[in-house]
């Protein structure tokens, strides 16, 4: 009995742009369909409409992938993303990923599956190849976290301003030694690195690439990555970081050390959670709205079950965010 994968190895086109064609999607080519309709006939297969009725049925539930439930910016926009959904008959399944590729993907099982209506993603850590086929299945929205290949609606912040801002509020303080934190090598990751570096070349400053340092994401995070500053022959004066978990970690392990923030270094955080405020000295920081893009996103997600899917599907909502200064720099 023929498959879909046979109709895409006879058509030479992908599974997803079959299934596609299969399930009447629009914006797939004449050519392309007469391509598939033909091989269908020519090989003898035939969709499994007991599939399709399930890939049709409603269950009200909505996946929500979170890397770690102890960050309590991901809290915001989870918190963001319950309000809308009860006001919509929805439920949550919160499912924490822990950055892990191999865990996205067994979740992303649930909507293929059809034991959800959709995913909700707060961050991406596969290449978006690898998720692009599970969109056939339901709606799927990026929250916070984007890749810019991504085909679907995606609800973000300017990431690069804010790590300009930042980085020029360091600069504009008098610091010329930075460094700089970050996470992966995700769209939301490079846009950040891409804001630090052209605030630093307009200033005309020079970054060691023993000031740079890879995924930082957790208070472990920042005692690790601050000693090993500690540990640098010179040492920069301020640091940006990804996250104000990993902030605040470094300016306790800074006064452990005898250290002054500012005076000795000065740190900078991202997110502005309510640590950054309860920590002494309080934290300057970039304030992102996470309840409000955890309730954008899940709007839109409705949107697409209510049939405005073709509308929304490479949409972008773009908030803003700002520099809020306190007293770590």
């Known amino acids: 009995?023929?498959?879909?994968?046979?109709?895409?190895?006879?058509?030479?086109?992908?599974?997803?742009?079959?299934?596609?064609?299969?399930?009447?999607?629009?914006?797939?080519?004449?050519?392309?369909?007469?391509?598939?309709?033909?091989?269908?006939k020519e090989l003898g297969y035939f969709p499994n409409t007991s599939a399709r009725n399930l890939r049709n049925r409603r269950t009200d539930l909505v996946?929500?992938?979170?890397?770690?439930?102890?960050?309590?910016?991901?809290?915001?926009?989870l918190d963001g993303i319950e309000k809308v959904a009860e006001e919509n008959g929805f439920q949550l399944i919160i499912c924490q990923t822990k950055s892990s590729k191999k865990k996205e993907l067994e979740f992303l099982n649930l909507l293929q599956t059809k034991q959800v209506d959709g995913v909700i993603f707060t961050s991406i850590e596969n290449d978006w190849e690898q998720i692009q086929p599970y969109t056939d299945h339901g709606p799927i929205i990026l929250c916070n976290e984007y890749h810019h290949d991504a085909t679907v609606p995606m609800v973000r912040l300017n990431q690069v301003q804010g790590s300009y801002l930042g980085t020029k509020h360091l600069i504009?303080?008098?610091?010329?030694?930075?460094?700089?934190?970050?996470?992966?090598?995700?769209?939301?990751?490079?846009?950040?690195?891409?804001?630090?570096?052209?605030?630093?070349n307009e200033a005309g400053l020079e970054v060691k690439a023993e000031w740079i340092f890879h995924d930082t994401y957790t208070m472990e995070d920042g005692v690790k990555t601050f000693n090993k500053i500690l540990s640098l022959t010179e040492r920069p004066t301020a640091i940006f970081t990804g996250g104000d978990e990993v902030a605040a970690a470094m300016v306790?392990?800074?006064?452990?050390?005898?250290?002054?923030?500012?005076?000795d270094i000065a740190i900078l955080g991202f997110d502005d959670q309510p640590i950054a405020s309860m920590i002494e000295p309080e934290l300057t920081t970039i304030y992102q709205p996470g309840a409000e893009i955890g309730s954008r996103a899940m709007t839109i997600f409705i949107d697409c079950l209510?049939?405005?899917r073709e509308r929304v599907r490479q949409s972008v909502m773009?908030?803003?965010?700002?520099?809020?200064?306190?007293?770590?720099?």
């Open 1 to 40: 009995m023929a498959t879909i994968a046979d109709v895409a190895d006879y058509t030479g086109l992908s599974r997803a742009t079959v299934s596609r064609v299969i399930n009447d999607y629009p914006h797939v080519s004449k050519d392309k369909r007469r391509l598939v309709h033909e091989a269908m």
């Open 172 to 200: 504009e303080r008098g610091h010329q030694r930075l460094a700089y934190c970050m996470g992966s090598t995700s769209g939301l990751s490079n846009d950040r690195r891409k804001g630090f570096f052209q605030a630093v």
């Open 306 to 308: 209510k049939g405005k």
């Open 318 to 329: 773009e908030l803003p965010l700002s520099l809020v200064i306190r007293k770590s720099t």
């Open 63 to 77: 996946a929500v992938l979170i890397p770690r439930l102890t960050n309590p910016f991901f809290t915001l926009i």
């Open 252 to 263: 306790k392990e800074a006064k452990r050390n005898g250290l002054d923030v500012p005076g």
